[in-house]
Structure formats: C-alpha cells, structure tokens
C-alpha cells in the first residue's frame, strides 16, 4: 500500500487545517504524530468496514477522522489547534484491524509538518 499525505502548514492557535491520506487500497487507517524530541503517538483511526472512528484524549472533540470512498482518501480535519499539535503528522495503514500502537501498522506516509504559533 502507498500513502501519500499532504495538507500540513503554518496557522495560529485557535486556526485550522484539513490533512490528506491518499492511498492506493481500501485500509484500515490512521493518523499518528511525532513532536521534535518526542515518541510518536496516536491521534485517530478509522475503520474502512464500518464501525466508530477513535480518537486521542488529547485531540477528541477537535480533529475529526473521516473518508472518501470514490478516491480512497482519509481526512484528518484539525480544528481549535493549539501550540501542542505542533508536530510531524503521519498516516498509517493496515490490512487488519489495528488500534493505538505504532508497530501494529505496517505502511506509513512520509509525513506532513503542522506548526501552531501561538
């Protein structure tokens, strides 16, 4: 599976962004990120069968997950960013069912840098 993401930039506290997750297969899919000095941690995930998307503690109510069938693109639309989501934004993918960890997703996109001034 290729993954190609994109939409990551400058904005200022309180702004926001939409990043894009383009791939070559239906997946199960999620959005990860990385700040300078830091492990990479989940943000969100989605299932292409159905069910919930899931979300972060720290992004839940703020960024929402979703998809496009007709291009087999996932969203990850980011509202309300705050200094703290600042970090390298990368976009998973799985042929099953995966959850939170990073090991348990086997294709990554090259990432996507979002800086929030604040």
């Known amino acids: 599976v290729q993954l190609q993401a994109s939409g990551g930039g400058l904005v200022q506290a309180g702004g926001s962004l939409r990043l894009s997750c383009a791939a070559s297969?239906?997946?199960?899919r999620a959005w990860f990120r990385q700040a300078s000095g830091k492990e990479r941690e989940f943000v969100a995930l989605i299932s292409w069968s159905g069910g919930t998307p899931y979300y972060a503690d720290s992004v839940k109510g703020r960024f929402t997950i979703s998809k496009d069938s007709a291009s087999n693109t996932v969203y990850l639309d980011m509202n309300n960013l705050k200094p703290e989501d600042t970090a390298i934004y990368y976009c998973?993918?799985?042929?099953?069912?995966?959850?939170?960890?990073?090991?348990?997703?086997?294709?990554w996109g090259q990432g996507t840098l979002v800086t929030v001034s604040s």
């Open positions: 998973a993918a799985s042929y099953v069912r995966s959850w939170t960890s990073p090991s348990e997703y086997a294709y």
């Open positions: 297969r239906r997946t199960f």
